[in-house]
């Protein structure tokens, strides 16, 4: 045996194979590690992504909630108001047809005073 291959052989018997596997299989682990934390900072970037559009959505269908919920309450004041003043108006309609009736009842009376023979005064 040369020198050089005597201390090859030195050094596998001291351990120096087996510590260079040992680092082999660290790095190897290592990067394992570092592509599993790539996939999981993925799954969670995908997760969040997916999570902010549920939630913009839901934003969006509770904003569409709340404005047909004003337009219909704006809808049912303003049919409220409108049903109060048409109840008025009937109420002013009837008072003036009666105030009608009474004046052409009063008309009618009058009229039938003055036809020829219909002379009260005459008793």
């Not at 993925?42 to 569409?64: F, I, K, N, W, Y």
């Amino acid at each position: 045996m040369t020198d050089d291959t005597a201390a090859v052989q030195r050094q596998t018997d001291d351990g120096a194979i087996p510590l260079l596997e040992r680092i082999r299989r660290a790095e190897s682990a290592a990067a394992d590690r570092v592509r599993s934390a790539q996939s999981e900072a993925t799954r969670r970037l995908r997760d969040a992504r997916r999570r902010a559009e549920e939630l913009l959505a839901e934003a969006e269908r509770e904003a569409r909630r709340e404005n047909a919920e004003s337009i219909e309450a704006a809808r049912s004041e303003a049919q409220d108001k409108a049903d109060a003043r048409l109840k008025e108006a009937r109420e002013d309609i009837e008072k003036l047809e009666e105030r009608a009736r009474k004046k052409l009842d009063n008309a009618v009376s009058l009229l039938i005073d003055a036809l020829p023979g219909r002379n009260t005064t005459d008793g």
